[in-house]
């Protein structure tokens, strides 16, 4: 890489695909007759076994490409799949191409690599055959896999009735060949492993032995709760080594500790590895060639309190390069380096940008139905159990159905080209796509229908995966029949469907931040710094939010110092308006028009904003249990750590100090974790520790959650002589008011020790309770303002845990910051900049364009009851006086079409556009006669 920022010319090398892009059609057929195949590819986490691949992902059009695995490239020998390609696209002259590429700023994102555990002979990995890597496991799981989505054990090809996970391989251990840090993701990737083994086998046993379990994400605890209450699953907590291999059935043979019945040793059908995440393995060459830093374990090291910053100018990093992390985190940590490569490079918006254009729209309305119907395979996701050839023929036999055709992937770009062509070709004025959900794909078909000049409403997609081979894998003749009644339902509503127009709104450029915290004030700043107005609402006197309560973080970073500084920067920013001390009154408007009014020592103030991110941070816990309130010596963490600030005389001459995690959390009242309390132990333990060495320190914990890199200062405190004892829910710490030997008053804290097998009692000068994060207490008052759904637990929800993890379902409004869910600084500030990069894509629109299929009101059939107002969620309906007196009067731009409006209204006065009563019974009635049905019903009211 050369040049500087805005102005860098970065050098490539492409690789040869051996195959010309441009004539390759993907039809597979190389792959089908490549004579190289690896039957244990899959332990590489190779989607396939042959020199051959076809290349997939969506919007990207199927092209093969060839390894170098290939006889040819590395022997000279067989050409097979030059002669067997009917479009003359493999191209074995090929040769490296050098590419140099013009841009402002760089975002690193390679990933991590996955653990190798046969590294260390100890694990068995590539010597006993029925030993699996969770990445092995993984493959063997999913449709595309060696065995077609089939459990098998490779050693006999029979299904595994008995199967152990380990936890923690190559992850917490400083052994030679190990990992010091946590991974962060193994142990719920694990309990989604067990979950798939049920499915894919109700009866088979699942154990899952563990040190920690780490489910500190959002809503990770009740999925763990979900998992462990499987039957014949068992969470066991033990270190465990592999003995062997029995030779007479080849299964593995484990060793581990119980607390009743000591070492035990037991046969498994299959063991998995849950190997951990490694740093990318050019790690070091991209640090050289982008002059960033690497901390000591080879991943980015970011800028204090800005993880997206390498340090470098212009580059940023997101993803798992900064350590290990999730996939939502990865995902809005992509939004974060984009809203911060958008601050950089604002001066160049919109110069490169082109407006798409598509063909006059031609109106079909009046004609006879012509109906396409296009049956993906999706590879083997639905091909491996569906007959797609025989549905296709089936579909060929439908009244309206002029012509179909089955596809490998409908979504990838030359297979959308190839529905754009048929409908030209065919004069097609209706198309049926019987493929996957409509969730994530709707739009992309719905765009390829405009590309044809058609009406995207004309579009209905049939759920052949999800809802038939997913949930029917096992039965494929029925899978078939099932999904041939989909696509007949889906034909008989496209018959019916009608053009709709969809709605171009003006944007307000202005944004809203509700939250003056670290969250809000960062998104506010981002937001601002790419040239928009922001207005900043603070319901407390002054910004910095719960984040004033702390001192500093577990790595010794100056947090008020780094508050002060973020609160000046968003005064000093001419395009942030601050309100403090500010109550919001109302909000209304939709995505790009909002209006809120607010009341704050300005007096009323009304403010019109295109989007509002939510960060109103959360809360803590008051405890009411182990004496707090009654004994001035019980602490929570947050007094603890300002007493330590202060240098309190008394915490200072205090001889024993004991923590109790999970307080207030973990139980029936709030069934999370609150993800930030073990660092926020720890970190106090080792103050304790530093500021007094020969005092005793005690961490009476459930689980240590210190993942990540965190778990370096777990283990530094334990190195300290931080004393962690392990307690139970079902036997929790007693603490008394009592007197030691010496007669000195003391708190007595009795609990069970697992290791020690009997009771203990531990004299404390000082007890300091973990209490829980708790979500704010104006969430539900916001959530009704703003339409921001709230979970199970309180906090706010996010669209979609993965592909929309910083947006509400309410267009415009977006979330960040502890409002969504319990996180550390740095999670805050990635989250932060993430919603203010999802909020720069609505602000730096002219227009939004509201859906089309919104409800509307029969004046006539309206009785004017009100019921659609109680049933809408989204303050769309509003009563109207006419003649015939109130009637029901819809917002087009409100409304998000979620129909229970419609479904309460008891005149049918009420229908919602592209989901009208008609559409839906000729659904039904498609599947099914009128008697077919009745029966059905009776059957069931008699049951």
Known sequence: ???????????????????????????????????????????????????????????????????????????????????????????????????????????????????????????????????????????????????????????????????????????????????????????????????????????????????????????????????????????????????????????????????????????????????????????????????????????????????????????????????????????????????????????????????????????????????????????????????????????????????????????????????????????????????????????????????????????????????????????????????????????????????????????????????????????????????????LVEKADELGGLARRIHDTLDGLDVPAFVDELAEKVFKNPAVRVYTGATITEATGYVGNFVTKLQSKRGETEIKHGVTVVATGSAVYEPSEYLYGQDERVLTHLELEERLAEGDEGLADSDSVAMIQCVGCRNEEHNYCSRICCGESVKNAIKLKEQKPERDVFILYRDMRTYGLMEDYYRQASEMGVRFVRYEPEQPPQVEAAESDEGKPVLRISLPDYVLGDDIAIDADYVTLAAAVVPGPDNVEISGLFGAALGEDGFFKEAHVKLRPVEFATQGVYLCGAAHYPKHIPETINQAYGAAGRALTMLSRDIVTVSGSVCEVKQDACMGCKACLEACSYDAIQMRKTKGGPKAVVNPVLCKGDGLCNACCPTGAIYLKHFTDEELFSQIDAYADQGDILEQIDAAVNQ
């Not at 160049?348 to 009046?366: C, H, I, M, W």
Request: net charge negative; with cysteine.
């Open 1 to 535: 890489m050369e040049g500087s920022v805005g102005d860098f010319t970065i050098s490539l090398t492409k690789k040869p695909r051996y195959v010309v892009e441009d004539a390759c059609t993907g039809c597979t057929t190389c792959v089908e007759y490549c004579p190289v195949e690896y039957p244990d590819r899959f332990n590489q986490g190779i989607s396939d076994n042959k020199a051959v691949h076809i290349y997939f992902a969506q919007a990207i059009p199927l092209i093969a490409y060839i390894d170098e695995s290939c006889i040819y490239l590395k022997e000279k020998k067989c050409r097979i799949c030059e002669n067997v390609c009917q479009a003359n696209a493999i191209d074995f002259h090929q040769k490296p191409e050098k590419l140099q590429i013009k841009v402002g700023a760089v975002v690193l994102a390679p990933g991590y690599d996955v653990y190798d555990p046969a590294v260390k002979e100890e694990y068995g990995y590539g010597r006993i055959p029925n030993v699996v890597t969770s990445m092995d496991y993984e493959r063997l799981l999913c449709a595309t896999g060696p065995y077609d989505g089939e459990i098998l054990r490779s050693s006999d090809k029979t299904h595994p009735h008995n199967v152990a996970w380990i936890q923690c391989i190559g992850s917490r251990r400083v052994t030679e060949g190990d990992n010091p840090y946590c991974s962060s993701v193994c142990c719920t990737y694990t309990q989604k492993q067990v979950i798939l083994t049920k499915d894919h086998h109700a009866d088979a046993q699942c154990t899952v032995f563990h040190n920690d379990v780490r489910s500190y994400g959002k809503d990770f605890e009740r999925y763990y709760q979900n998992t462990a209450a499987l039957s014949d699953t068992r969470f066991i907590r033990s270190y465990v080594s592999i003995v062997g291999e029995n030779p007479d059935n080849h299964n593995v043979i484990l060793r581990y500790a119980t607390p009743d019945q000591g070492v035990k040793e037991e046969e498994f059908d299959l063991v998995v590895l849950s190997v951990g995440l490694n740093p990318p393995a050019d790690n070091e060459r991209l640090a050289e060639m982008f002059g960033l830093e690497l901390n000591q374990y080879g991943f980015c090291k970011g800028v204090p309190f800005n993880p997206m910053d390498t340090g470098a100018p212009g580059v940023y990093v997101s993803g798992a390069f900064q350590g290990p992390m999730d996939i939502p985190e990865s995902v809005f940590g992509a939004s974060a380096a984009g809203s911060q490569t958008g601050e950089l490079l604002d001066y160049r918006r919109d110069k490169l940008t082109r407006e798409r254009e598509y063909p006059e729209e031609k109106d079909v309305s009046g004609e006879e139905p012509r109906i396409g119907v296009f049956v993906c395979h999706c590879g083997a996701n639905i091909g491996r159990v569906v007959d797609v050839p025989a549905t296709v023929e089936f579909a060929k036999s439908l009244p309206n159905v002029v012509y179909a055709q089955e596809q490998l992937f409908s979504c990838a770009t030359n297979s959308a080209k190839e529905i754009t062509d048929m409908i030209q070709e065919k004069g097609l004025n209706r198309v049926v796509v019987a493929a996957c959900s409509p969730r994530t794909l709707e739009p992309l078909f719905r765009d390829t229908l405009r590309e044809a000049g058609l009406n995207q409403y004309y579009y209905d997609m049939a759920n052949i995966r999800e809802h038939c081979s997913w949930c029917h894998s096992k039965e494929k003749e029925q899978s078939t029949i099932k999904a041939q009644d989909i696509t007949r339902m889906s034909v008989a509503r496209a018959c019916l469907l009608g053009p709709l127009q969809e709605i171009d709104l003006p944007v307000n450029k202005a944004a809203l931040v509700v939250g003056g915290g670290i969250a809000g004030m960062t998104a506010a700043l981002s937001i601002a710094e790419q040239g928009h107005e922001v207005f």
